[in-house]
């Protein structure tokens, strides 16, 4: 027996057994039970050959088309996929440690990071960049093969406690809260947010355990304790009685599976919820977790890797049109081009070019290379014929941008027949601070306003989230961000346009109470996420949520609009528990 003390953050007792997540660089760690050591293995090498299927699919288009001489960029990557050092070591790592394939994955590929990173030479040093892509390629392609937490969770018996390294929403949303009764976090750094996101979900949880995910074995059976902070690792018989009669009713807590249709708070505001989507094998999500339409397609992961001219106007055409016919009659809003200048070929691509100058990117971006743009809505005009499109321009700073956006599309409509340009609707990402506080001088030029937050806040805060000095920095609760967010539903209301969210603030539980009271009424999110917050909409008031935001936006800092949220969930007239009893 061995007792652990954290911060209690959500109250009650809960008896179970320990399932352990770590997550790093958005990568989950999960330990799997030996009998599922050859299955994730076969995962691993499913993936390897899709990922030398595409990347030689790849290379076949690049050498029949412009920047042909970037074809022996694939033939690089196609080495590696086959390098010992990258797939190989990934199976001893699974089979030696009994993980999941996606982070022996990502082990393996540190290991390989290090080796390129120590090279003399400027050239093999940059090849780094290629051993990313081919690992985010196979972590993208394990994705559909091997299984997630979620399955994995499903197969122990009886209740669990989750011990985590921390509890982003990312993966809180992929979790089945049936089966897993509380959570403890190593974590003490967001401890705010994971106390909110505990008392969004009304799950015990306790926070600030330094290394409880390292020390406890998966399997072992625990007590938490969510009001003292006590967390007891494998109790005592005389504990476990104990823990039974002080228990908190088991509960039988309904799935957040498959619910699907128009969700409503408690007092009657209905919230549309949408799905963020990057492949188009994602769309089986959609319908399983009940998503309204596609409230952001990025296009520009059809590219994978390849230049951005090679992508014909017909390939374009034909993935569109398959995306919008899935979805109809739902509305699918696809997202042009968001790149920067690597995704270019021609002279200077390779390892300077990847230093890419910023801000030329997103829309400013089509608009310097015309001939891209215009290919893309040639390819979206043809495809609007088969159902309901909205096209989304990114990264829009000024109104100048979204008028020349317009009147290329505007050309480009008046050369089809049969095109009815009413129908099509053109929308504006908001994600700069620029386009934020002239929301108002924006909105007439548009149909639709899209709040992209993961770059709004990284732009806002002036926090790059890659670089880790400043990483702690990019915080969604900053009063600057949720000013922002108000200005620009405001213009939206005042103009009548609608006006949604899709940034990562929208997957979050801990956060989509607020967001309701600012305003907002659509968000669109990873599919994964959308059950969970239909939950919690579904037992908000959106009164009390519009109170709880009104007196948060006249607070100075994150930290006391965090303790603030916090504060107004334990009292909790603004939301019930988002599990029926
Ligand atoms: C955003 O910036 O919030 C967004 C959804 O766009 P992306 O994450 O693709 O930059
Ligand atoms: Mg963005």
Request: hydrophobic share 45%; aromatic share 4%.
């Amino acid at each position: 027996m061995e007792r652990l003390t954290g911060i209690g953050v959500s109250p009650g007792v809960v008896l179970g057994r320990a399932v352990v997540l770590t997550q790093r660089t958005e990568v989950m760690r999960f330990p799997i039970p030996p009998e599922r050591v050859e299955q994730e293995v076969a995962a691993l090498l499913r993936s390897q050959a899709a990922s030398r299927q595409q990347l030689q699919d790849i290379k076949a288009r690049v050498e029949h088309g412009p920047g042909s001489e970037l074809a022996a960029l694939f033939d690089a990557q196609l080495l590696m996929l086959d390098d010992p050092m990258l797939v190989g070591r990934a199976e001893s790592i699974v089979r030696a440690e009994r993980v999941n394939a996606a982070w022996a994955v990502h082990r393996a590929y540190e290991e390989l990071y290090h080796v390129f990173r120590s090279m003399e030479d400027p050239y093999l040093r940059e090849r780094e960049t290629d051993v990313a892509d081919v690992a985010g390629r196979l972590r993208l392609n394990l994705r559909h093969g091997a299984k997630g937490p979620k399955e994995l969770l499903s197969e122990v018996d009886g209740p669990s406690v989750l011990i985590a390294d921390e509890l982003t929403a990312s993966v809180a949303a992929q979790l089945d809260w049936s089966r897993v009764q509380a959570f403890a976090t190593d974590a003490g750094s967001r401890t705010y947010h994971t106390a909110i996101l505990a008392r969004s979900l009304k799950v015990p949880a306790i926070v600030g355990l330094h290394d409880a995910s390292l020390r406890i074995a998966a399997g072992t059976p625990v007590v938490l304790d969510g009001t003292t902070g006590e967390l007891t690792v494998a109790p005592t018989p005389a504990q476990i009685d104990e823990a039974h009669r002080r228990a908190t009713p088991p509960r039988r807590r309904r799935a957040a599976t498959t619910a699907a249709g128009p969700v409503s708070t408690t007092d009657g505001m209905r919230i549309r919820l949408e799905a963020n989507i990057e492949l188009l094998e994602d769309l089986p999500f959609l319908n399983e977790h009940g998503a309204e339409g596609v409230g952001l397609y990025r296009s520009e992961f059809m590219l994978s890797g390849r230049p951005i001219e090679s992508v014909t106007e017909d390939d374009q055409y034909a993935l569109y049109r398959s995306l919008i016919e899935q979805v109809a009659p739902r509305p699918v809003t696809i997202r042009t081009f968001d790149v920067d200048e690597r995704h270019f070929a021609g002279p200077g691509r390779g390892p300077e070019r990847r230093r890419t100058r910023p801000g030329l990117r997103g829309l400013r971006l089509g608009l310097a290379n015309p001939a891209v743009l215009r290919t893309q809505l040639r390819a979206l005009v043809r495809a609007s014929a088969h159902g309901p499109l909205r096209i989304m321009f990114p990264f829009v700073t000024a109104v100048e941008e979204v008028r020349d956006a317009r009147k290329m599309l505007a050309e480009v409509v008046s050369g089809f027949s049969g095109i009815d340009p009413t129908q099509l609707k053109v929308g504006a990402m908001i994600e700069v601070p620029s386009a934020a506080l002239a929301a108002d001088l924006l909105a007439p030029e548009v149909d639709f306003f899209t709040i992209g937050t993961n770059d709004l806040i990284q732009f806002c805060l002036a926090v790059d989230r890659t670089d880790d000095r400043v990483s702690d920095l990019y915080e969604p609760l900053h009063p600057a961000v949720l000013r922002l967010i108000r200005i620009v539903r405001r213009a939206a209301t005042r103009h009548h346009i609608p006006v949604s969210l899709c940034g990562e603030m929208a997957s979050d539980p801990a956060l989509v109470g607020l967001l309701v009271g600012l305003g907002l009424t659509e968000f669109s999110m990873t599919p994964g996420a959308i059950p969970i917050i239909r939950h919690v909409v579904e037992e908000l008031s959106a009164t009390e949520a519009r109170r709880l935001a009104s007196h948060a936006l006249r607070l100075a800092t994150a930290a006391e609009i965090e303790q603030y949220l916090f504060d107004a969930l334990a009292a909790s007239p603004f939301q019930r528990s988002p599990f029926r009893e």
